[in-house]
């Protein structure tokens, strides 16, 4: 499994943007797919993550509400967008898949590089 994440960039508190993640496989069979991300000096942490279908939806205490996670019908390629968003959002932001939704929000099998968001005040 592949995965490709863009979108990052620099943006003012209030303001959004929008990650896309772009993953591949061998096989047709769809991935539960999500996002983590990680700021200088923190450990990684669960963002959002979204099941093979779009169905369910899982979100950080720190980000619902703000964020939307979603994807393209059963396409390995999902979409998280920001609003509103804060200084304290800034971070590597990760892409990840599991074939689990149990193991999505905590031990995903497989990791995309990172993409920076840098949120100024």
């Given amino acids: 499994v592949q995965l490709q994440a863009s979108g990052g960039g620099l943006v003012q508190a209030g303001g959004s943007l929008r990650l896309s993640c772009a993953g591949s496989r061998r096989t047709f069979d769809p991935l539960v797919m999500g996002w983590f991300r990680q700021a200088p000096g923190n450990e990684r942490e669960f963002v959002a993550a979204i099941n093979w279908n779009g169905a369910v939806t899982y979100y950080s ?28 959002d800034t971070a590597v932001y990760h892409c990840a898949a599991d074939d689990s939704l149990e193991s999505i929000r ?11 968001v840098t949120v100024s005040s």
């Fill in 61 to 88: 205490d720190s980000v619902r509400g703000r964020f939307t996670v979603s994807r393209v019908g059963y396409k390995n390629a999902i979409y998280l967008q920001m609003n509103s968003l804060k200084v304290e």
């Fill in 106 to 116: 905590t031990k995903p099998a497989f990791w995309g590089q990172g993409t920076q």
